[in-house]
């Protein structure tokens, strides 16, 4: 009986220091690049049962989403990309929009043969889940955004945060970028001159919608309410000292809201 315990401890072991070791976003077992509208989108996939697509922020990857895939791969199919020019998402092109993203990930769940999910985005994420609501009706059950913003001006962040992307902006010289420079400024001018979008757009999302942002987000309050409150019957939740990262911030608390939420038990 010892040893039968022993064997069983030592495995339990092994699987538990297997499961953190991965390293999302560099991890081949569970990686594949689809081609996607004329790019190659790197995605990963962990866990079985109802699919969940996972949004990272701007300049993020699949390892924003690190002490959340293991929770929620227990229960769903979690399918957690690099977004557009992002992560090992390579794009070179000059353009990029929110648009094209939330084109992306509509595409990329047809690939991969999946009618709807449900729809978890962080920042810009929070955006994208949002448009993909927006343009893609159908193809989301439940959608959860966390620090998301309809348009880039101090009515959206806080005065001081816009202030300093209006000073970076205004000061950058871009003519003589490298490659890599001009990279980092086409995400850097994504935040900064966008998303527009109208609170009657708002109006379109049919699907149950958690809002979320903590209460000292980069997003001002008020703003984070006015999505809430112009998306029928969608719930708000202002996390308590949090920052932008809730997501991080309050892990376990997070992890387990999200999945009241999505399990209709909010």
């Not at 229960?75 to 992002?86: E, G, H, L, T």
């Not at 595409?107 to 991969?112: E, N």
């Not at 893609?136 to 806080?158: C, H, M, Q």
């Not at 999200?258 to 038990?265: A, E, L, Q, T, Y």
Request: charged letters at 20%; glycine letters at 6%; a negative charge.
């Amino acid at each position: 009986m010892n040893i039968i315990y022993a064997l069983f401890f030592l495995c339990f072991v092994v699987s538990a220091s297997a499961q953190q070791k991965i390293d999302y976003g560099n991890n081949p077992a569970a990686g594949h690049y689809y081609n996607i509208r004329g790019i190659k989108i790197y995605c990963e996939i962990y866990g079985t049962g109802k699919p969940l697509l996972m949004i990272h922020g701007n300049g993020g990857s699949i390892k924003a989403f690190e002490h959340n895939i293991p929770f929620f791969s227990k229960k769903y199919k979690v399918i957690v990309m690099d977004s557009r020019a992002q992560g090992k998402s390579a794009d070179t092109k000059d353009s990029l929009s929110f648009e094209m993203m939330a084109d992306d990930e509509a595409a990329l769940l047809d690939q991969l043969h999946i009618d709807s999910a449900y729809v978890l985005g962080w920042s810009d994420g929070g955006i994208n889940a949002l448009l993909l609501a927006i343009r893609y009706p159908e193809k989301v059950i439940r959608l959860a955004a966390t620090g998301a913003n309809l348009w880039p001006d101090s009515t959206a962040f806080f005065p001081e945060s816009w202030k300093n992307d209006i000073i970076r902006h205004d000061t950058t010289h871009t003519e003589h970028f490298n490659a890599r420079e001009k990279y980092e400024w086409k995400l850097f001018e994504l935040d900064y001159l966008e998303p527009h979008i109208s609170l009657k757009q708002l109006h379109v999302i049919k699907c149950p919608a958690l809002i979320i942002a903590g209460d000292h987000d980069l997003i001002r309050p008020e703003h984070t309410l006015l999505i809430y409150q112009n998306i029928r019957g969608a719930y708000l939740w202002i996390v308590p000292n949090s920052s932008h990262s809730t997501l991080i911030d309050h892990r376990d608390e997070f992890n387990r809201k999200v999945d009241d939420f999505f399990s209709g038990k909010l």
